[in-house]
């Protein structure tokens, strides 16, 4: 900066701290409830002292849950879903953002309506198509009686994704969360990178894999890493989808965690957060450590 | 000769595996925590019991997931051959045509040995039962004998009357805070009204079909929820939201208050933290009412549709197992629920471990369940009840905060639920109430 | 918009298509299924499914609870994405300074996004709490100063404090690298000029980072709505009252806890129709606003 910014730079530290300890305060609180015994928290409620059962509410958190299998089990759906978010993301906001026909503003819409409306709130209906995704092949087919009359029976496919890893990933995909952030993206890339591809002799698909993933490579990891997260603290959905412990994911493998006798038992607050820094840190982590990454990655374009 | 083998041996691969998969059969419950522990531990028990069957014993992760994963589940023809479903559900189940009658499918169990308050809730109005008592909870009264001592108070007040009167010793004493609740419709209309013989609902609660009307606006349960009101402005009672620790049964376990009403499954952590300071009574009546029964909470096993053979006969051998008296006082242990049939009451007594910590609330629920009833301390037989349930919560606590009067809140209650009751026929047009 | 430069008529819908299939089946399929389940009075269970036309419509929209929960929503959808992303704006405005500060803060304030929604909401809880909390001080001073299980301003003050908390580490970081990117020649330029900082800020800083605060207003309208849940769930179960009882938390309590499909059906579209009306008025009126070049 040129002139002399000194009180400017003041109440920017000022408000970074206050910031910073706006989001810190209840992680430290998180962290002193944990080291609680249920004994304790049932005697005081949630108190600042620390107290001494980090460690065996850790235990306990081990021997109660699945933690390392759903652990695993939520890598692989985190991965699987961010990764195909990123890739759908990729080639639509491609289609839209570079090609003339009107349309892809239709295909704009129908991804961007996807946004405002959580799979939280379709779950019913979401499950019964994960139950059967041969649904409405068999709906068309058997309309008007047409399969029967053809074939004697009416069709009745089966492919249920309810307890699989693909099952609990693809539905959460279908967001345009990321699709939104490409297109953005794209629109600020210089005008010309298209003609210019296109003057050196590349199709619209080698320019797609050679000039533009390339240069998407930034965004595309941040939107991963941020994404990956999403898909690790994803509750509803695997919850409903999956039915067996050890296909469960670890978010949703905390419940074991509750006492359990419905509305009359006090939950044991300080197991559960023990649990809740246990699934925690690995995004936590991946967060504080990739943090460079997603900033660099995220910005348009260079200075 | 190889060739023969190689045919033998597949064909022993595939009656083993046909064996397999007919004798196991899925049970899919909502409870976490420790009951959970005790559910599969009980399914441990079964499969090492016996070879011919395997069940397994699926957590849903909750009730209300449970139900939700059942419906579409069956809706897609992948349920499970057993179902735990919790109380407030009983009615949906019901009228679903997705479950089969327990009692019509093992006509020979002694049913009759279940719990009156056990039984009536989940029986069909020809008295037949649904559904098997699985993991059964009931109100009770819980008092804090160390600090009514210091008023002079030895006894826990078995009336509302003499709740009151302990409740303004304590208050002249000092003490902040004599009773609490959370003023939960389980609590405050179902419970009450039933062991007061006082009718929610026209029809007998809904048990005489299903264009039942709400009517507890009138009579006891609104004088009742005006004495509450009362008593909380007199400051002899509070609310989860005037408590310091936030809800009703933490308020108690830190001695904060001295007395609630509660379900038996609060004692554990009520002795975790209080000791031998806490004694339990049956819930208070009103002076002059002559007591009924109380209604089981907690939830009961289901058969569902659509499945027969050896995966049904390994269902029904498993409903047998879990009715055998032992391991019912092991669930017991386990868990803190109550036992749910008179033998195994009978059987934990005589061991002489009733006393015990793990089984203190079993005979006080026990003795509650099985007051006389009658047509009003049957159970709730009310469409959409759970939607009630909130709308009854939404009303009464905007009239205990002040923004409008109970009666009010009440009338108003009793008009939204009427709606719902209306939609749930209307829902259900042609359907027989069992 | 000049990057339309290739003409295929249908290669863009076959780059498309796996993304629309996806959306077909978990997207599209649902919310058909739930626009079916509003015109039918729905058996949990399935059988005797009954059309009745509009009825659930018309009993919807005479319910006065219905409006008041919708009317609740839009103002949720305003305050909480405004207050956060202002918040975050004024970090991002901060640690864009280059201070020794900035390297701490940009890592620490993106901590958040790893806390599950629901965790947050039991935390906020207790720091809230009248009794306990830090505002307990208060109330020992001036009794019933602050009481969020009974006063629905101070409960809707702290599930917008929790929602800032979990909606900082997002919005802080789009809103940051847009303004990283803003060339440091045009602050130098504009201040050999004699543009003040306040001045830069309304004059460059600001409408450069157009494109980010669109993105950062359409997730943070979308997220206000679908992460009100989790808060509204653990912090006040709709209440007191009934005063927290949002549209999204009451189509989980009909439909979810209470199986009462149609209901929920039925008030799920007319959500989805606000839904569409809101994306659309930011299409329409709002992108158009957008800087994209340079």
Known sequence: MIEDTRSINTTATLLLMAGCAFVLAPLVFVVITATQSYGDFLRNNFSLTPGSHLVENFRQVWEMTLLPRQTFNSFVIAFASAFGRCFLAFTTAYAVVFFAPRYSIFIYAAVLASIMLPLDLMVIPAYQVAANVAMPINAVANLGGGWETLFGAPLDLQLNLLNTYAGAAIPLMAQGTGTLIMVQYFKTLPVDLAKAATLDGASPLRFMVDILLPLSKGPLLSLFIYLFIGGWVAYMWPLVSISSPDMQTAVVGLTALDTGMGEDEIPNFPLQMAGAIMVTVIPLVLIALTQRLIVRGLILSEK | MKLLKIAASALMLSTAATAVNAAQFEFWYGNTGSVETAIQAACDAFNASQEEHTANCIGQGGYEAGMQKAIAAYRSGKHPVLIQFFDAGTLDLMLSDAVVPVQEIMPEVNWGDYLTGARSYYETSKGELFSQPYNGSTLIFYANMEQLGEVGVKDVPATYEEMVEVARKLKEAGHECPVTTDAHPWRVLEQFSARHGAPIASNNNGYGGLDAEYIFNEGPVADHLNNLAQWREEGLLKLNQDTKAGKYNVAFNQGECAMMEASTGSYRSAFEALGDKVEIAMAPMYEGVERRNTLIGGASLWVMKGHEGEKLEAAKAFLNYLRQDDVQIEFTRMTGYMPVTQSALTKLKDSGKAEMKEFATAEMGVNSLNQPGDANSRGLRLGFYVQFRDIFMEGTQKAFNGGQTMQAALDAAKARGDALLRRFEQTYRGVELP | ?294
């Open chain 3, 1 to 294: 918009m000049s990057n339309r430069f290739y003409r295929n008529k249908w290669l863009p819908l076959w780059l498309a298509s796996p993304q629309l299939v996806v959306l077909f089946f978990f997207f599209y399929l649902p919310v058909f299924l739930a626009f079916f389940w509003s015109f039918h009075l729905e058996r949990p269970f399935g059988g005797g499914s009954q059309f009745v036309g509009w009825q659930n419509f018309e009993r919807v929209l005479s319910d006065p609870e219905f409006w008041t929960s919708l009317w609740r929503t839009l103002t949720y959808m305003v305050v909480a994405s405004s207050t956060s992303i202002i918040c975050a704006l004024v970090l991002a405005l901060a640690a864009d300074r280059g201070i020794r500060m900035s390297p701490l803060a940009r890592n620490v304030l993106i901590w958040p996004k790893a806390v599950a929604a629901a965790s947050i909401g039991v935390i906020f809880l207790f720091i809230f709490n009248p009794f306990m909390g830090i505002l307990a001080p208060l109330n020992e001073m001036f009794p019933g100063f602050w009481n969020p299980r009974i006063n629905p301003v101070h409960t809707w003050i702290m599930i917008y404090i929790a929602n800032i908390w979990s909606a900082i580490p997002f919005t802080f970081i789009i809103l940051l690298t847009g303004l990283q990117s803003i060339p440091d020649t045009l602050h130098k330029a504009a201040a050999i000029d004699g543009a003040g900082p306040w001045r830069r800020l309304f004059d460059i800083q600001l409408p450069l980072l157009t494109p980010q605060l669109f993105i950062v207003v359409v997730l943070e309208i979308a997220d206000s709505l679908s992460g009100s849940f989790a808060l509204i769930d653990t912090m006040s179960q709709g209440g007191p009252g009934g005063a927290t009882n949002l549209l999204v938390y009451k189509i989980y309590v009909d439909g979810f806890k209470a199986y009462d499909l149609s209901g929920a059906a039925t008030q799920t579209a007319m959500l989805m129709i606000v839904v569409a009306a809101v994306t659309a008025f930011q299409y329409l009126v709002v992108e158009k606003r957008v800087k994209y070049e340079r």
